[in-house]
């Protein structure tokens, strides 16, 4: 019905994207279940869902329930391995003109690093560090909360693959500039914020936590401010490009998050409800670039952080 | 921006009501004007509706098929109220537009001559259009709730099926008791050559033990909280036998009995 639009695309440290829009990990299973719903070949990438060496069975119990414009999950990680990713899904998802990238969580940095090696194969353009995930007792949050740890994960996927690497970052820190200056240190070439932020909900009549894991992870449009405000935080204090991404749900959204500084960002939540919104948002987006006389995408990424309004309020052109 | 209406999504409708009806306290049913989804749709799949505004309820809501009409063009969804979603649906007025995923999961298989089928509580919806889709076979039902005002059903099954047993946990119609205070004796008669069962999950597990034990095939389908119904949040994935996960929206809801830990 459209076709590829390329003022929309962009590069972020070699990642070349033919859209803006990507689709979050954990929210998209592995891209194939939404071929009914959209065309692949105009999402930006594909953020597979989170992949561990073995196969995980997650939690049991109640997993997810909504709430207050948003929702809490604690899934626990469930995906079939690793190298079921690479022998069933990864040949069907190439067919696609799409980027796939590969989210891993491991309980070690060494387990973090034979995934990254196994990983290291044509057809995978990148690969996502979850060290953020709430819903896992080893490894997950634990390393995403302390900038040493983070930092050690990094530099193990960094010494055992020449795939770029994306760190995606836990809102759940007192400092998020501090972990994306160590994570960016440590050698991530991109950077993926934000993941959940940890909540919970008690069943009144019950009298118990709703979620069988007790707490989880929320997301959807009531955790987007405080998403917007760490891509604006982070944005001004390093060099590698942001990917944004939390409660993402309308092109409005998307421009927020671009204007923050983001250079990329992904659909989450959003994806549950309307499951054709990251093909609709790069229509939409092409849309906006008409409507507002802009070349290209580009141009408006980090247009509304303080350093750029100073530098063209002084007539640089640079 | 976007708009519902204009997408070219195979699988994504804007549906018009056309009669909302209170069945009891808190139970409706409601018809729906969706030729597409009628068209299509097999006993056992289901439907996300979205209930409101696009942010809050965020979520779609997962809703069996009580009948489907494919000449008509038409969709009957019976449902209890239980939160903002569902009270959403309740006050919609005729003429309302819906927006809708489906048919979505996969439903049951049609097999056996002489089926039987044991329905509990709100389990019971999905059922009626089976009922439909077995015609002209010779079809018995168990009917369970907790108390007769959840049995309005009766009548509606009474059109299309042979007999029509019902238990109440209360007594205050048909035998006092669960399904499992008639299953056994109607499986005794030994004339049934299929089993189709939905319900919660404890009484599920029941019925297909009872089938199990008479050598009759059966079949559940399951209920479990769902983000997305298409496969990709994992909400509702449940254990399977070989120990593996299966989703219940996609791999179900319906499943063999001996498939699924219940």
Same mark, same amino acid.
């Given at each position: 019905?459209?076709?590829?639009?390329?003022?929309?695309?962009? =590069?972020?440290?070699?990642?070349?994207?033919?859209?803006?829009?990507?689709?979050?990990?954990?929210?998209?299973?592995?891209?194939?279940?939404?071929?009914?719903? /959209?065309?692949?070949?105009?999402?930006?990438?594909?953020?597979?869902?989170?992949?561990?060496?073995?196969?995980?069975?997650? =939690?049991?119990?109640?997993?997810?329930?909504?709430?207050?414009?948003?929702?809490?999950?604690?899934?626990?990680?469930?995906?079939?391995?690793?190298?079921?990713?690479?022998?069933?899904?990864?040949?069907?998802?190439?067919?696609?003109?799409?980027?796939?990238?590969?989210?891993?969580?491991?309980?070690?940095?060494?387990?973090?690093?034979?995934?990254?090696?196994?990983?290291?194969?044509?057809?995978?353009?990148?690969?996502? /560090?979850?060290? *953020?995930?709430? =819903?896992?007792?080893?490894?997950?949050?634990?390393?995403?909360?302390?900038?040493?740890?983070?930092?050690?994960?990094?530099?193990?996927?960094?010494?055992?693959?020449?795939?770029?690497?994306?760190?995606?970052? *836990?809102?759940?820190?007192?400092?998020?500039?501090?972990?994306?200056?160590?994570?960016?240190?440590?050698?991530?070439?991109?950077?993926?914020?934000?993941?959940?932020?940890?909540?919970?909900?008690?069943?009144?009549?019950?009298?118990?936590?709703?979620?069988?894991?007790?707490?989880?992870?929320?997301?959807?449009?009531?955790?987007?401010?405080?998403?917007?405000?760490?891509?604006?935080?982070?944005?001004?204090?390093?060099?590698?490009?942001?990917?944004?991404?939390?409660?993402?749900?309308?092109?409005?959204?998307?421009?927020?998050?671009?204007?923050?500084?983001?250079?990329?960002?992904?659909?989450?939540?959003?994806?549950?409800?309307?499951?054709?919104?990251?093909?609709?948002?790069?229509?939409?987006? *092409?849309?906006?670039?008409?409507?507002?006389?802009?070349?290209?995408?580009?141009?408006?990424?980090?247009?509304?952080?303080?350093?750029?309004?100073?530098?063209?309020?002084?007539?640089?052109?640079? | 921006?976007?708009?519902?209406?204009?997408?070219?999504?195979? &699988?994504?409708?804007?549906?018009?009501?056309?009669?909302?009806?209170?069945?009891?306290?808190?139970?409706?049913?409601?018809?729906?004007?969706?030729?597409?989804?009628?068209?299509?749709?097999?006993?056992?799949?289901?439907?996300?509706?979205?209930?409101?505004?696009?942010?809050?309820?965020?979520? &779609?809501?997962?809703?069996?098929?009580?009948?489907?009409?494919?000449?008509?063009?038409?969709?009957?969804?019976?449902? &209890?109220?239980?939160?903002?979603?569902?009270?959403? %649906?309740?006050?919609?007025?005729?003429?309302?537009?819906?927006?809708?995923?489906?048919?979505?999961?996969?439903?049951?298989?049609?097999?056996?001559?002489?089926?039987?089928?044991?329905?509990?509580?709100?389990?019971?919806?999905?059922?009626?259009? %089976?009922? &439909?889709? %077995?015609?002209?076979?010779?079809?018995?039902?168990? %009917?369970?709730?907790?108390?007769?005002?959840?049995?309005?059903?009766?009548?509606?099954?009474?059109?299309?099926?042979?007999?029509?047993?019902?238990?109440?946990?209360?007594?205050?119609?048909?035998?006092?008791?669960?399904?499992?205070?008639?299953?056994?004796?109607?499986?005794?008669?030994?004339?049934?050559?299929?089993?189709?069962?939905?319900?919660?999950?404890?009484?599920?597990?029941?019925?297909?033990?009872?089938?199990?034990?008479?050598?009759?095939?059966?079949?559940?389908?399951?209920?479990?909280?769902?983000?997305?119904?298409?496969?990709?949040?994992?909400?509702?994935?449940?254990?399977?036998?070989?120990?593996?996960?299966?989703?219940?929206?996609?791999?179900?809801?319906?499943?063999?009995?001996?498939?699924?830990?219940?």
């Amino acid at each position: 019905m459209s076709k590829v639009d390329s003022r929309l695309a962009v =590069n972020l440290a070699g990642l070349q994207l033919n859209s803006p829009v990507m689709t979050a990990s954990g929210t998209f299973g592995f891209g194939l279940e939404f071929r009914d719903f /959209l065309d692949l070949n105009r999402v930006g990438a594909v953020m597979v869902k989170g992949t561990t060496l073995a196969p995980r069975a997650g =939690n049991s119990g109640q997993r997810a329930v909504e709430t207050p414009a948003g929702m809490l999950n604690c899934i626990g990680l469930e995906n079939p391995g690793v190298d079921k990713f690479l022998n069933e899904t990864l040949p069907q998802l190439r067919e696609y003109d799409t980027q796939v990238i590969v989210n891993i969580a491991g309980a070690t940095e060494d387990e973090y690093a034979r995934l990254a090696e196994k990983l290291t194969v044509p057809g995978v353009a990148a690969l996502e /560090l979850n060290i *953020s995930c709430p =819903n896992v007792k080893q490894g997950g949050i634990a390393f995403g909360t302390c900038p040493e740890s983070a930092s050690g994960v990094v530099r193990a996927v960094r010494n055992a693959t020449d795939k770029l690497v994306i760190t995606k970052l *836990s809102p759940n820190v007192t400092d998020i500039v501090a972990m994306a200056k160590a994570t960016v240190e440590a050698g991530s070439d991109i950077l993926s914020l934000i993941n959940t932020l940890i909540g919970m909900k008690i069943d009144i009549d019950r009298r118990r936590p709703v979620l069988g894991n007790v707490i989880g992870g929320l997301s959807g449009p009531a955790i987007r401010p405080v998403a917007v405000r760490m891509v604006y935080q982070v944005a001004q204090a390093v060099d590698v490009p942001i990917i944004g991404m939390g409660g993402i749900m309308t092109t409005e959204d998307a421009l927020e998050f671009i204007l923050a500084g983001a250079s990329a960002v992904a659909i989450g939540t959003g994806n549950f409800v309307e499951p054709e919104l990251a093909e609709r948002m790069a229509d939409e987006l *092409s849309a906006y670039l008409d409507k507002t006389g802009t070349a290209s995408i580009t141009e408006l990424i980090g247009a509304a952080l303080p350093e750029r309004q100073t530098r063209e309020g002084g007539g640089c052109t640079c | 921006m976007g708009k519902v209406k204009t997408l070219g999504d195979k &699988r994504r409708f804007s549906a018009t009501l056309v009669q909302q009806q209170q069945m009891n306290h808190d139970v409706y049913r409601m018809v729906l004007s969706a030729p597409e989804i009628a068209a299509m749709i097999k006993p056992g799949q289901f439907l996300q509706l979205k209930t409101g505004r696009l942010m809050d309820p965020l979520l &779609r809501r997962p809703i069996s098929i009580a009948d489907a009409d494919d000449g008509e063009g038409t969709l009957q969804l019976v449902y &209890r109220v239980v939160g903002e979603g569902t009270k959403y %649906l309740a006050g919609l007025q005729q003429g309302a537009e819906i927006d809708i995923l489906g048919p979505l999961g996969n439903g049951f298989t049609l097999q056996g001559e002489r089926p039987l089928i044991v329905g509990g509580g709100m389990g019971i919806a999905p059922l009626l259009y %089976l009922v &439909r889709a %077995l015609c002209p076979k010779p079809v018995d039902v168990l %009917l369970a709730g907790r108390e007769a005002s959840e049995l309005f059903w009766i009548k509606l099954f009474a059109e299309r099926c042979q007999a029509v047993h019902v238990t109440t946990d209360d007594g205050s119609l048909g035998t006092k008791g669960n399904a499992l205070a008639l299953l056994p004796q109607l499986l005794a008669q030994g004339q049934y050559d299929m089993l189709y069962t939905c319900g919660p999950d404890p009484m599920m597990e029941a019925v297909a033990k009872e089938a199990a034990k008479h050598g009759v095939p059966c079949q559940v389908s399951l209920e479990r909280y769902m983000a997305c119904g298409i496969g990709a949040c994992l909400s509702c994935s449940c254990g399977a036998k070989d120990g593996s996960r299966k989703k219940v929206c996609t791999d179900g809801p319906v499943f063999w009995a001996e498939e699924v830990m219940l």
